[in-house]
């Protein structure tokens, strides 16, 4: 297996940060901890968290930022509750978290995704628990009233004949939410159903699930149906302008630990998806066992695509290889890199320790530069430096603890 070699030592040169920059980290302890980020961001930094806000719930589990207006959406997933819920923070430039307003929404909340026209922007929540896509407006502080709610099903007859999990699968999960390029459609990849939901997002968070066209529009279906036991989980958009417009997805399965491409194009006011085929997250290896996805990432310079990997503990550290002690746990899972082109082309490159174990999430600095990797079981988020010229993760730079087990970490910069 081709892993690449890790060292944690530190560059004498180090990417810089834009002033000011904070890291909004959730975790399911129930709380939204700002990191304020230092420059240089080298060694261990958990003692440069500023600010720790518990109004977002008891177990948060997703965060969404729209820098517009400085507001931090939060999702309370809501375990012992029955519901969820769905609270805005307006961020001072401190990054301190003022609570807006918080309600109710469906049962197990665990994305949400901002859209719609610039005068009417809405907030759309995938709910796994309640089987559900919601919608609501949003105000010039977070404000937010209700928009569209749907209540999904599975097809029937089911055409999987018996082939997906019956623990995981007996009813619809969807598990994120997703804007397409144009703005006008969301995406939804549904794991219980193996679907991709496909919805038309209007004016005042008017949500209407629309039918897709397989390989050209007049071959419509409800929605695009994936390989059976696939569970897909997250996805990624990618365009091309160069040598020709194209239009990408990219999809990891978190119960088949694969990577499902289509060539996705607009004709008569549809979607249409082409499938480019599918390819495992491990390579030419098989996925160890428990293994299973957690985050796909597209780099801003559009050259890679990375998937978190938890509980494949391929990474062990040896004590006296120039790691910190306190770097990542005995045991990290990993990250895998593609490589990708113009043409969509995306090529299995190699492994990278997480630097802690079940990688929930992860995000990218405004260049490309620093991922920041949110490892839930570690308590931990580790910052890794990439180099803009191979697109690989190079070393961590830095790492800091943050209580309980995470959820989400987004960029404040």
Known sequence: MHI????????????ALSSCANLFVS??????????????????ISNHTSFVNNGCGLNPSWLTWNALNRTLFCLDEGWTTGN????????????????????????????AVLGGPADSRAVV?????????????????????????IQLSLPSPDPRGGKQ??????????????????????????????????????ANALLEETVVGINEPENTAPAVDMRPGLGPRHAAFVTFDDPYPLTLLYVVGELSNTMTMYNV????????????????????????????????????????????????????????????????????????????????????????????????????????????VANQKSGRVMFWNRNLETGDLVQVIAWASVPGELSSVVWDE
């Open 4 to 15: 690449f070699k890790f060292s944690a030592f530190v560059f004498t040169l180090l990417p």
């Open 265 to 372: 194009y607009y004709e008569e006011g549809i979607m249409v998806f082409i499938h480019w085929g599918e390819q495992p997250i491990f390579g030419l290896y098989p996925a160890p066992g428990g293994a299973s996805v957690g985050e796909i990432l597209i780099s801003p310079d559009k050259k890679n695509i990375f998937v978190s990997n938890r509980n494949d503990q391929l990474f062990k550290r040896r004590d006296g290889d120039g790691s910190p002690v306190d770097s990542f746990e005995t045991f990290s899972d990993s990250i895998t890199t593609f490589s990708l082109n113009s043409v969509g082309d995306a090529v299995w490159k190699g492994l990278s320790p997480s630097g802690g174990v079940s990688p929930r999430h992860m995000a990218f600095n405004k260049d490309g530069t620093i991922l920041a």
């Open 84 to 111: 969820g819920s769905l609270v805005s923070f307006l961020a001072l430039d401190t990054g301190r978290l003022v609570r807006v307003k918080g309600r109710t929404i469906g049962a197990g909340p665990v994305s």
């Open 125 to 149: 929540i995938a709910d796994y628990a309640g089987g559900a896509v919601e919608s609501f407006t949003t105000g010039a502080l977070g404000l937010t009233t209700k928009g569209t709610y």
């Open 27 to 44: 975790s399911y302890l129930g709380n939204v901890t700002t990191i304020a980020l230092p420059d240089p961001l080298e060694g261990d």
């Open 165 to 202: 999990d019956p623990e995981r699968q007996s009813a619809p999960h969807p598990h994120q939410a997703i804007l397409d390029p144009t703005g006008e459609f969301i995406v939804v990849p549904d794991l219980g159903s193996d679907q991709l939901r496909v919805f038309r997002l209007g």
